[in-house]
């Protein structure tokens, strides 16, 4: 990696301090930074120029990196250009001063030999610099680290079409942040808007905020069908997160967006298994994997519901399963397997050793949503808070020094799954959620009433629950004949 010397190191550590990051995130911060460089030498980026951010952040990806890693490398990253913006224009009279005093006019796009000794004594190959970038040089005379950026600005916003672009939009992601969890919405949610937005800044070549218009919109959702394929899901996921950050972010509304080109929108009929294929797919399963499989398929969850649940969650009396801030932080109530009940008092007996265990050593108790722990301090070592399904290890939070336990992490449940349905030998691309839609699809099948599964499924709209209508045979007789001949 390229290291940073000690007097840039300093100043973005006080550029750092007055953006109100704490000092703990300081060292992380210079690490990104620092792969971020290294990332540049090594594919031939410039090190501000900012669509080669949305590269590193796909290698970051591709690393396995974790999404609050790359949020944070995202916010390491964003800093650095805004605190190189802040440092050129605040060291330009210097350096038109030198210029002067050296008889250097201006500074030609073909200079071979740019350097970056800002961030240590690793040259950078030569690249060929647009009239908008950014170009690095030593004036005359100076030492060997001292670093004057110089800009050439354009004369009119007619001469050169990026005026108003490349600039930050740090403050917009955090308020962006700030919006999301004012809303309660999911980590999943905002993850997924993040992604949207960044793909957008990308697009519009960190466009400033308060320029962007619905044009720019139509331009990058009919990128998205034309170039990219993308599908008609995926589209409208990304016009919801353009839309949440227009009105809730930019306080812009947002308009009516015609003349979009939209991606073909294809009926889709979710897939389903049989009770023997259930029964094949759990006898490739081990603990605790196969008795989350028995809650999706036997109480309909969602993977991240059946994984979020809490000791507290289970009412053997009435025999019923409480499903807790499922989609749309809604609550229902579901009925509770009988043929799995002995199973789940045996785990619960197993968490009480484990719990036991626990809180002799280090341990903090489990997290907590929003501020819950506020409310009731001894709330996250309770038993009944605990969760059913936890962790294999605690998680370790740097911030408090403390030890957590979290719930278990549902790529672990994924790969169980798809190793189960290969095992088993069914040809079908069965996942996690095959159960759920399983479970709706075998009920209809049974004859229940439409509106009792949208009720168990925890769906707004009836329309969402009718399309199981397709997974099952129509028992319904077709002929048309009068009630009188019947």
């Known amino acids: 990696m390229l290291n940073v010397p000690g ?13 109100g990051v704490s000092s703990r995130e300081h060292y992380f911060f210079l690490k990104w930074l620092r792969y971020y460089l290294d990332f540049c030498v090594k594919y031939q980026f410039l090190q501000t120029e900012r669509r080669s951010l949305d590269r590193f952040l796909g290698k970051l990806s591709e690393k396995n990196q974790t999404p609050a890693q ?33 008889g250097i006019s201006r500074i030609t796009p073909g200079n071979k030999s740019v350097r970056f000794p800002a961030f240590g004594n690793k040259s950078l190959k030569p690249l060929p610099l647009k009239r908008e970038e950014f170009s690095p040089k030593l004036i005359p005379g100076s030492t060997k680290d001292s670093f004057v950026p110089i800009v050439r600005i354009p004369k009119s916003s007619k ?32 993850k997924v808007y993040k992604f949207w937005i960044r793909k957008f800044q990308t697009f519009t070549q960190s466009k400033t905020p308060e320029l962007l218009s619905t044009g ?3 331009e990058f959702l009919t990128s998205l069908a034309v170039k990219e394929h993308v599908a008609a899901s995926t589209q409208n996921q990304a016009f919801n997160a353009l839309l949440f950050f227009f009105r809730h972010v930019l306080g812009k509304e ?49 993977l991240f519901e059946c994984l979020q649940l809490r000791v507290q969650c289970f009412n053997f009396a009435a025999g019923n399963l409480t499903v807790r801030d499922g989609k749309g932080q809604k609550d229902r109530t579901v009925p509770l397997p009988e043929k799995i009940i002995p199973e789940i008092k045996s785990r619960l007996d197993f968490l009480k050793k484990l719990h036991g265990l626990d809180l002799g050593r280090k341990y903090s108790g489990v997290f907590l949503i929003n501020s819950l722990e506020k409310k009731y301090p001894r709330a996250a070592k ?12 605690l998680t370790h939070v740097p911030e408090t020094d403390e030890f957590r336990r979290y719930y ?12 189960a349905v290969e095992k088993a030998g069914i040809c079908k691309r069965a996942s996690a959620h095959t159960f759920r839609h399983s479970f709706a699809s075998h009920l209809l099948q049974t004859n229940y009433d439409i509106r ?19 997974t099952v045979k129509s028992v319904t007789k077709k002929e048309a004949k009068s009630p009188l001949d019947f």
């Not at 073909?264 to 797919?281: T, Y």
């Not at 309770?382 to 290890?393: L, M, R």
């Open 254 to 302: 947002f308009g009516k967006v015609s003349g979009v080109v939209r991606a073909k929108q294809k009926p889709h009929i979710p897939v389903v298994l049989s009770r023997e294929e259930i029964e094949a797919v759990l006898a490739h399963l081990s603990p605790p994997y196969d008795l989350v499989v028995k809650l999706l398929y036997g109480c309909g969850l969602r």
């Open 70 to 102: 790359q949020e944070q490398a995202t916010r390491a990253i964003h800093f650095f250009f805004e605190f190189i913006s802040r440092e050129r224009i605040s060291q330009r009279p210097k350096a038109e001063s030198a210029m002067a005093e050296s």
């Open 216 to 218: 720019d919109v139509k």
């Open 7 to 19: 007097e840039m190191q300093g100043k973005y550590f006080a550029f750092l301090k007055r953006k």
């Open 159 to 190: 001469a050169n079409p990026t005026l108003g672009k490349g600039v930050s939009w740090v403050s917009q992601y955090s308020q962006l942040d700030g919006e999301i969890q004012f809303r309660h919405y999911s980590q999943k949610t905002a």
């Open 408 to 419: 278990l992490h549902e790529t672990l449940v994924q790969k169980a799954i798809k190793e």
């Open 452 to 470: 009792t599964i949208q009720e168990l499924l925890g769906h707004s709209d009836v329309r969402t629950t009718m399309i199981y209508t397709h």
């Open 382 to 393: 309770d038993f009944v808070w605990q969760w059913f399904f936890p962790a294999i290890q």
